[in-house]
Nanobody, 127 residues
Framework: GVPLVESGGGSVQAGGSLRLSCAAS????????MAWFRQAPGKEREGVAVIDTRGGTTDYADSVKGRFTISQDNAENAVYLQMNELLPEDTAMYYC????????????????????WGRGTQVTVSS
């Protein structure tokens, strides 16, 4: 698999912002579908945002639309998640994931579609 490394997590107050980064370590290219997932204690892992790095198409979970933005830097082989207007319910471990799909397959936010995962970065939002 492709080693993925997340960074940028931390603790903020509600209404604050954080920017998460995900990079494929070494010279290995990640898959075209790059996504962010999150998992809160006692809850299932859920998809947050995904980008198809071939054309920049994005998709978001309804809970984060309008607040989070996923972006890419192909030169750095990195993906970012800008999180604004953070809420306490955004508190979770955030994971980066990557997978390669053929051109005719849309990148989605299903955990089972991703084989490469980072170790996660913690985001804590206090009220």
């Amino acid at each position: 698999g492709v080693p993925l490394v997340e960074s940028g997590g931390g603790s903020v107050q509600a209404g604050g912002s954080l920017r998460l980064s995900c990079a494929a370590s070494g010279s290995t290219s990640s898959g075209n579908c790059m996504a962010w997932f999150r998992q809160a204690p006692g809850k299932e892992r859920e998809g947050v945002a995904v980008i198809d790095t071939r054309g920049g198409t994005t998709d978001y979970a309804d809970s984060v639309k309008g607040r989070f933005t996923i972006s890419q830097d192909n030169a750095e082989n990195a993906v970012y998640l800008q999180m604004n207007e953070l809420l306490p319910e955004d508190t979770a471990m955030y994971y980066c994931a990557a997978e390669s799909h053929p051109d005719w397959v849309r990148c989605a936010l299903n955990t089972y579609e991703y084989n490469d995962w980072g170790r996660g970065t913690q985001v804590t939002v206090s009220s």
